[in-house]
């Protein structure tokens, strides 16, 4: 919880740019791009909505992570966001994080 307010204190999310927050849980995980200034979530995505398909190098919840941040990227580009700015939540930058972070990437989004 510290660390998670520490991170999000230096992040600021705006309708040019909004934050691409992303919550991980045991299971899941949940990608969302809030702006910040109004307070409103543009685009959401749930790895519940996701059908597990193959990856390349990733297997299992990997694998789902990244198709999560190629769909969230897919919604992103539906409302001409192209630049965002990523928020892990005070989660570590590896494994699922990362995946999600690469997914979107390589689908178009800049941060």
Request: glycine share 8%; aromatic share 6%; with cysteine.
């Amino acid at each position: 919880m510290i660390r998670q307010k520490r991170v999000r204190a230096r992040i600021l999310g705006t309708a040019e740019k909004p934050r691409l927050n992303v919550f991980r849980s045991l299971r899941f995980i949940f990608a969302q791009l809030i702006d910040d200034v109004s307070g409103k979530t543009l685009a959401s995505v749930h790895s519940k909505s996701i059908k597990a398909g193959e990856v390349k190098d990733k297997k299992g919840k990997s694998a789902l992570a990244y198709l999560t941040g190629k769909a969230l990227a897919e919604r992103a580009r539906s409302l001409n966001i192209k630049h965002v700015v990523f928020d892990r939540a005070g989660c570590r930058y590896h494994g699922r994080v990362k995946a999600l972070a690469d997914g979107a990437r390589d689908n178009g989004l800049e941060f």
